[in-house]
């Protein structure tokens, strides 16, 4: 148990729609990242958040957007889905500084089928 | 695009046998970690060297890093049935220390 908790587990849509996945982080954590592992790969990092401003951002569209808000919950938006964009999305959350700093923790996942 | 790349693939072994997994990356990094995936689950953490660490222990993991050759090694000793998972290798860089850059990762299977 990490502590970080990802909703929903599971969703279905299809081509064109719009998606929220969101994420709670670790007590204590300030900082969060999201990345998008298609089956198979490893995860690739999307983008992420400390005190609720983007400050770091892979190779994705801007139709994956995310906030942070005050209490360090996260969610991740993507738009016009694309059958590509089925993948499981993994939240992470961490906190600055201390011995093993840039370690991860991170949550289940969220499994998107598009359609 | 993955950074690191993990070799081999896929390995099988038996219970109790030592079970080697390698990471190879491309550019300077902070430090590197390596995470374990039962199927479809979350990542979890399993240790972290850092770039000035040639060397790290934490009960059956030994990991070593060399930056010279930008590989490092995963040593998993007696395995068990429940080690079966996927392990991927992550670096991190600069000030993005977070902002992590996974392999593709090995399939472990270990056979009772």
């Known amino acids: 148990e990490t502590g970080v908790t990802q909703s929903p587990t599971h969703l279905i849509k299809t081509r064109g729609q719009q998606v929220t996945l969101r994420c709670s982080s670790q007590?204590?954590?300030?900082?969060v990242s999201w990345y998008q592992q298609a089956l198979g790969q490893g995860p690739q990092f999307i983008f992420q958040?400390?005190?609720?401003?983007?400050?770091g951002r892979g190779n994705f569209p801007p139709r994956f957007s995310g906030l942070q808000f005050p209490n360090y919950s996260s969610e991740l938006n993507v738009n016009a889905l694309e059958l590509d964009d089925s993948a499981l999305y993994l939240c992470?959350?961490?906190?600055?500084?201390?011995?093993?700093?840039?370690?991860?923790?991170f949550g289940e996942g969220s499994r998107l089928t598009v359609l | 695009s993955q950074q690191g790349e993990e070799d081999p693939q896929a390995l099988s072994i038996q219970e109790g046998e030592n079970a080697t997994m390698n990471c190879s990356y491309k550019t300077s990094i902070n430090n590197l970690q390596w995470y374990r995936q039962n199927s479809g689950r979350g990542l979890v953490h399993l240790i972290l060297?850092?770039?000035?660490?040639r060397e790290k222990h934490s009960g059956r993991l030994r990991v070593t890093l060399d930056t010279s050759k930008k590989s490092s090694s995963l040593l998993i000793t007696a395995s068990r049935a429940a080690d079966t998972a996927s392990y991927f290798c992550?670096?991190?860089?600069?000030?993005?220390?977070?902002?992590?850059?996974f392999g593709s990762g090995t399939q472990l299977t270990v056979l009772p």
């Open positions: 958040y400390y005190r609720e401003e983007e400050n």
């Open positions: 060297i850092r770039s000035n660490e």
């Open positions: 007590s204590g954590h300030n900082t």
């Open positions: 992550a670096t991190g860089r600069g000030g993005s220390a977070r902002q992590l850059t």
């Open positions: 992470a959350s961490s906190s600055t500084g201390g011995a093993n700093s840039g370690e991860l923790f």
